[in-house]
C-alpha cells in the first residue's frame, strides 16, 4: 500500500528552524517527484518545493527561496524539508506529495501523506 508518513513538524520562535522528514514506501518513492505544499488556516493549500526523482533538480516557491531546501535519501525512501529563518507566516499545515514527474506534481499529485503541523510564534 503506498503511503507517505511525515513527521518533524513542531513550535519554533521566528528566526528558527526545523526539518521535515517524509518516509515513503519503496513502490512510490525511488521513481516519483516528491515535494511538500502547506495549507494555512482560512488558505488554500499552495506549493512550496519540489524534487526530481533524481535528486539533480528542486524548485522552490518564491516565498522559501534561500530559507528552505529539500533533498531526499533514495536508500532511506526519505524526502527532507529543511527550513531556516523561519517567519511567523510560515504557520501551515505541510504535506509531503509524490508524483511520476515534477509538472503532475505541481497540478495534481497522486499521493499526500496527513500533513504535520508547523507554527512559527512571533
Known amino acids: 500500500q503506498e503511503q507517505l508518513v511525515e513527521s518533524g513538524g513542531g513550535l519554533v520562535q521566528a528566526g528558527g528552524s526545523l526539518r521535515l522528514s517524509c518516509a515513503a514506501s519503496?513502490?512510490?518513492?525511488?521513481?516519483?517527484?516528491m515535494g511538500w505544499f502547506r495549507q494555512a488556516p482560512g488558505k488554500e493549500r499552495e506549493f512550496v518545493a519540489a524534487i526530481r526523482w533524481s535528486g539533480g533538480t528542486t524548485s522552490y516557491a518564491d516565498s522559501v527561496k534561500g530559507r528552505f531546501t529539500i533533498s531526499r535519501d533514495n536508500a532511506k525512501n526519505t524526502v527532507y524539508l529543511q527550513m531556516n529563518s523561519l517567519k511567523p507566516e510560515d504557520t501551515a499545515v505541510y504535506y509531503c506529495?509524490?508524483?511520476?514527474?515534477?509538472?503532475?506534481?505541481?497540478?495534481?499529485?497522486?499521493?499526500w501523506g496527513q500533513g504535520t503541523q508547523v507554527t512559527v510564534s512571533s
Open positions: 519503496g513502490r512510490i518513492f525511488s521513481s516519483y517527484a
Open positions: 506529495a509524490a508524483a511520476r514527474n515534477t509538472i503532475v506534481l505541481s497540478t495534481a499529485p497522486t499521493y
